[in-house]
Nanobody
Framework: QVQVGESGGGLVQPGGTLRLSCVAS????????VAWYRQAQGNQREWNAT???????NYADSVKGRFAVSIDNAKNEGILQINNLQLEDTGVYYC?????????WGQGTQVTVSS
């Protein structure tokens, strides 16, 4: 059974940096697409960024210039680096990955930006 897990969240001051990780277990296949979403308390889950294993990527306008999404092909790991964290970046960050033709969601990792 494929399971996806995120890590790397935490409490950080405004202006700080975090590196979120997304890994899949229970499969020998590659993560072909990794997408990251944020859900702030009381809000709907919103898309932030997507990266294809082949290299293409896309970002929501609200995060361009501060978020960097990548896939470590050797480790089969999705990564979201968030620079210059802002208060509004607070929320639970979810990874959604496509393995073969199926999509899998992780349980999320909490990011809290506070001074």
């Amino acid at each position: 059974q494929v399971q996806v897990g995120e890590s790397g969240g935490g409490l950080v001051q405004p202006g700080g940096t975090l590196r979120l990780s997304c890994v899949a277990s229970g499969t020998a296949f590659d993560m072909n697409i990794v997408a990251w979403y944020r859900q702030a308390q009381g809000n709907q889950r919103e898309w932030n960024a997507t990266r294809l294993r082949a290299g293409a990527y896309n970002y929501a306008d609200s995060v361009k210039g501060r978020f960097a999404v990548s896939i470590d092909n050797a480790k089969n790991e999705g990564i979201l680096q968030i620079n210059n964290l802002q208060l509004e970046d607070t929320g639970v960050y979810y990874c959604k990955t496509t393995i073969r033709t199926r999509e899998y969601w992780g349980q999320g990792t909490q990011v809290t930006v506070s001074s």
